[in-house]
Each structure stands twice: as structure tokens, then as C-alpha cells.
């Protein structure tokens, strides 16, 4: 990147940063304080080999009971699909996992140590696991670029330095990213004139730049072209071993290509796992049939 660009792009960022000072104000505080709790409670422990538990939890709205003693486990490293009809609790399980909804009981912890009940979303953010939902949320108005440096300004630790000199070590990471992500030729492109396949891509770059332990995916093909769907799975795959990923789906030709015939599949059903196992495993179970893949 020239010196031109540099000073350019600093412009453009130094606008949009004002355009949200209102929206960083009101937050700053809450934020601000759970970064010393963070530092109290230390970091994640995977010494079992365990990234999520996932244990016995329930949540009901008004009367409904969309999780019912949901149970299960995702390994460190562990690439795992999630599938299941609508309304089977595959977005309140994430829900739950995040923050945004506590449950009625149960318990979910990250590792062997972080009790994700006890913290916000933004503290379970900065513990190391982030979430993309299915539509994609970057910023239009900025470059492929400056969207991973916002990204990575998220974290506080970098966020005083960021904008006036990215260090060697951040523009690395933020290369790296942009290899990964398929959008290394575009980094330069304004968001916005991406497709929508890329602005995925973008948008778990943003994910990705802040070094995740653990990354929830919903239905991140949903609307990509067949091309966009393989380079995505691609991806996927390239990230497992590295990070540990939940990804929630419905494509089932997807599916098939991120599990290899060798990776476990859940499928979740009122609440509840109703089927745990390879996906040649769970397409032949008559009980999946019947309420999911028979449809």
C-alpha cells in the first residue's frame, strides 16, 4: 500500500469513526470494564481436548420450549456441522453460546474454565469466539482493507495504535487474512462492489483477524453461487485444526463437503440432538428422514 493510499484510507476511517463516536460512547464503559474481568479470568483451558460443553440446557419463550436439556461437546480444532428443520434450536443454541440468551438452566463453557453464562457478549467475544450470522454485515462504504483493520481495532489492546501506523505484525496478520479469504487481488475494492460471496468471505475475514479459538458459522452459503459454495468449503477446511468451527447449514451437498464422509454431523430436533454421527450415518437414520431430510 503507498503512502497515498495509507493517508486515504486514514481519512475515510477517521470519518467513519466519527459517524459512530455516539454509538462507541454509550458503550465504552461496559466494554471497557470487561476487558479487566477478561484479564481476571485468564484464558480458555483445552488441556481435555474440549473447545465447547455444551450441557443440559433449556430455554423456553412464553410457554415454547426451544431448547430442551440440549447436550453436546465440539473438540478442540474440530469442524462440526449442525443441521435440522426450522425451528429446532439451531439459533438459540448459538443464542446461548454468545451471550444474547441466557438460559433457563444448564450450563455452557468454553474449555475446561470459562463459564460463558457468567459474561457478556462482548466479554465472550473478546475470550475468542466469534460469530457470523447468515446475512453479511461488513462496511460498504470502506475498503476490503480497511473493513480487516476496523476489525481488528475491535480489540482494545491495538485499537490506540491502529490508526495512525499499522505494525509489521498487524499487516501481516491482516495479509495473511486477506490470502485466506480469497481477497488478497481486491484488497484495495470498495466493499460494497463485492458480490455476495465475497462479502461472506469479508466478513469471516473480519472474524478471523482477531484470531478466534472458536467461530459459530449460520448458513454461511445461503444465497452463493455453486463456485462461491465450493471456494467457501475450501475455506472452511483450510481453517479446521487452526480454529474450531460450528457451522450451522442446510445445504446438504455442502454438508457433504465439509465432513469428507469422516466428520460428526448433529442434527437437532425440537431442542434436543436427535442424531449424532457421520452424515452417511444420519441421512440413513428413519428418524431424520422422517422429520428433516424426508421433507
Same mark, same amino acid.
Given at each position: 500500500?503507498?503512502?497515498?493510499?495509507?493517508?486515504?484510507?486514514?481519512? $475515510?476511517?477517521?470519518?467513519?469513526?466519527?459517524?459512530?463516536?455516539?454509538?462507541?460512547?454509550?458503550?465504552?464503559?461496559?466494554?471497557?470494564?470487561?476487558?479487566?474481568?477478561?484479564?481476571?479470568?485468564? /484464558?480458555?483451558?483445552?488441556?481435555?481436548?474440549?473447545?465447547?460443553?455444551?450441557?443440559?440446557?433449556?430455554?423456553?419463550?412464553?410457554?415454547?420450549?426451544? +431448547?430442551?436439556?440440549?447436550?453436546?461437546?465440539?473438540?478442540?480444532?474440530?469442524?462440526?456441522?449442525?443441521?435440522? =428443520?426450522?425451528?429446532?434450536?439451531?439459533?438459540?443454541?448459538? @443464542?446461548?453460546?454468545?451471550?444474547? #440468551?441466557?438460559?433457563?438452566?444448564?450450563?455452557?463453557?468454553?474449555?475446561?474454565?470459562?463459564?460463558?453464562?457468567?459474561?457478556?457478549? =462482548?466479554?465472550?467475544?473478546?475470550?475468542?469466539?466469534? %460469530?457470523?450470522?447468515?446475512?453479511?454485515?461488513?462496511?460498504?462504504?470502506?475498503?476490503?482493507?480497511?473493513?480487516?483493520?476496523?476489525?481488528?481495532?475491535?480489540? %482494545? $489492546? &491495538? %485499537?490506540?495504535?491502529?490508526?495512525?501506523?499499522?505494525?509489521?505484525?498487524? +499487516?501481516?496478520?491482516?495479509?495473511? #487474512?486477506?490470502?485466506?479469504?480469497?481477497?488478497?487481488? @481486491?484488497?484495495?475494492?470498495? !466493499?460494497?462492489?463485492?458480490?455476495?460471496?465475497?462479502?461472506?468471505?469479508?466478513?469471516?475475514?473480519?472474524? +478471523?483477524?482477531?484470531?478466534?479459538?472458536?467461530?459459530?458459522?449460520?448458513?454461511?452459503? !445461503?444465497?452463493?453461487?455453486?463456485?462461491? #459454495?465450493?471456494?467457501? !468449503?475450501?475455506?472452511?477446511?483450510?481453517?479446521?485444526?487452526?480454529?474450531?468451527?460450528? /457451522?450451522?447449514?442446510?445445504?446438504?451437498?455442502?454438508?457433504?463437503?465439509? #465432513?469428507?464422509? $469422516?466428520?460428526? &454431523?448433529?442434527?437437532?430436533?425440537?431442542?434436543? /440432538?436427535? !442424531?449424532?454421527?457421520?452424515?452417511?450415518?444420519?441421512?440413513?437414520?428413519?428418524?431424520?428422514?422422517?422429520?428433516?431430510?424426508?421433507?
Amino acid at each position: 500500500m503507498t503512502p497515498d493510499l495509507m493517508e486515504q484510507g486514514a481519512q $475515510r476511517r477517521a470519518a467513519y469513526e466519527a459517524k459512530q463516536q455516539t454509538q462507541r460512547s454509550t458503550e465504552s464503559g461496559g466494554r471497557d470494564a470487561s476487558y479487566g474481568r477478561i484479564a481476571r479470568l485468564g /484464558v480458555p483451558d483445552f488441556t481435555q481436548g474440549v473447545a465447547l460443553y455444551v450441557d443440559d440446557i433449556t430455554v423456553s419463550f412464553d410457554g415454547f420450549r426451544a +431448547l430442551n436439556k440440549l447436550s453436546l461437546t465440539v473438540n478442540v480444532g474440530e469442524l462440526r456441522c449442525i443441521i435440522g =428443520p426450522n425451528g429446532a434450536g439451531k439459533t438459540t443454541m448459538m @443464542d446461548c453460546i454468545t451471550g444474547k #440468551t441466557r438460559p433457563d438452566s444448564g450450563t455452557v463453557s468454553f474449555g475446561s474454565t470459562i463459564d460463558l453464562l457468567r459474561l457478556t457478549e =462482548p466479554e465472550i467475544a473478546q475470550v475468542g469466539i466469534g %460469530r457470523k450470522f447468515q446475512k453479511p454485515t461488513v462496511y460498504e462504504e470502506l475498503s476490503v482493507f480497511e473493513n480487516l483493520e476496523l476489525a481488528l481495532a475491535d480489540d %482494545r $489492546r &491495538v %485499537r490506540a495504535s491502529l490508526f495512525s501506523r499499522l505494525t509489521g505484525e498487524q +499487516l501481516d496478520r491482516i495479509g495473511q #487474512t486477506l490470502t485466506t479469504i480469497h481477497l488478497k487481488d @481486491d484488497a484495495q475494492r470498495t !466493499a460494497g462492489l463485492l458480490s455476495h460471496g465475497q462479502k461472506q468471505w469479508l466478513e469471516i475475514g473480519m472474524l +478471523l483477524v482477531q484470531d478466534p479459538k472458536l467461530l459459530l458459522l449460520d448458513e454461511p452459503v !445461503a444465497g452463493m453461487t455453486d463456485e462461491e #459454495t465450493e471456494r467457501t !468449503a475450501e475455506l472452511f477446511l483450510s481453517l479446521e485444526g487452526k480454529h474450531s468451527l460450528v /457451522v450451522v447449514e442446510h445445504d446438504m451437498k455442502f454438508v457433504d463437503q465439509l #465432513t469428507e464422509g $469422516r466428520k460428526k &454431523v448433529t442434527v437437532l430436533h425440537e431442542g434436543s /440432538v436427535l !442424531a449424532e454421527g457421520l452424515l452417511s450415518e444420519v441421512q440413513a437414520n428413519e428418524k431424520v428422514v422422517e422429520v428433516y431430510l424426508g421433507r
